[in-house]
């Protein structure tokens, strides 16, 4: 069984601050990892893809991916209210398939 | 990426009837996806949908429970069978893009109530 292993959350921060969400995989081919951010009642919006260990940043956003340790993670920096959602980590095998951790929920606190 | 529209957005359905679910995107794709997402938890993936060939389903999900089509790249259709409450869901199609890492991008879901 393929797992994709995050905190339920809620995480809470204060706005500006650095929000940190971390994700764990237990599927050693994985080839591909992805954030997607999912407000309520909306669909999810994919934020960031990375296949190489190391960090790629976008905007506000940084993931960071650990092949060794099977461990993903995203930093929000200068957190928003507006970045207040479900965060959902998701890790694809074989055949482009891919598996969704059951996401974090962020508030960010004014 | 690609602009994806599903009808209907919601329904409300009686128990035993059948709802079909459609899937449009404006550009030309190989691989689409059809996911649930239960109240409170994440996306599980139902079928993945190619065109011109038969869908490929996940555990616990069969044809004959939700047949899906696929008649051209840009169009797909998932049908929800001989419905039940356990069946009231979130449900979503995805596209991949064509080259790696096939990053999926969502449709806005349709939320199904079964009564």
């Known amino acids: 069984q393929k797992e994709v292993e995050q905190n339920s959350g809620p995480l809470s921060v204060p706005e500006g601050a650095i929000a940190s969400l971390n994700c764990t995989y237990s599927?050693?081919?994985?080839?591909?990892f992805f954030w997607y951010r999912q407000y309520s009642g909306k669909s999810p919006e994919l934020i960031m893809s990375?296949?190489?260990?190391g960090d790629k940043e976008d905007g506000r956003f940084t993931a960071q991916l650990n092949k060794a340790s099977q461990y993903v993670s995203l930093l929000i920096r200068d957190s928003q209210p507006s970045d207040s959602a479900t965060y959902l980590c998701?890790?694809?095998?074989?055949?482009?398939?891919?598996?969704f951790g059951i996401g974090t929920k962020l508030q960010v606190i004014p | 990426s690609a602009v994806i529209s599903q009808k209907p957005s919601r329904d409300i359905c009686q128990r035993g009837t059948s709802l079909t679910i459609q899937c449009q995107v404006d550009?030309?794709?190989?691989?689409m996806f059809w996911y649930r997402q239960q109240p409170g938890q994440s996306l599980t993936l139902i079928a993945t949908?190619?065109?011109?060939?038969?869908?490929?389903?996940e555990s616990g999900f069969v044809i004959d429970k939700f047949p899906i089509s696929r008649p051209n790249l840009t169009f797909s259709t998932l049908t929800v069978s001989n419905m039940s409450p356990e069946d009231s869901s979130i449900y979503l199609c995805?596209?991949?893009?064509?080259?790696?890492?096939?990053?999926?991008?969502f449709g806005p879901g349709t939320r199904l109530t079964v009564t």
């Open positions: 990375i296949y190489s260990n």
């Open positions: 995805s596209v991949a893009t064509g080259t790696f890492p096939y990053e999926q991008y």
């Open positions: 998701a890790v694809q095998g074989g055949y482009q398939k891919v598996t």
């Open positions: 550009s030309q794709v190989t691989m």
């Open positions: 949908a190619n065109q011109g060939s038969e869908a490929t389903y």
């Open positions: 599927d050693r081919v994985s080839q591909s």
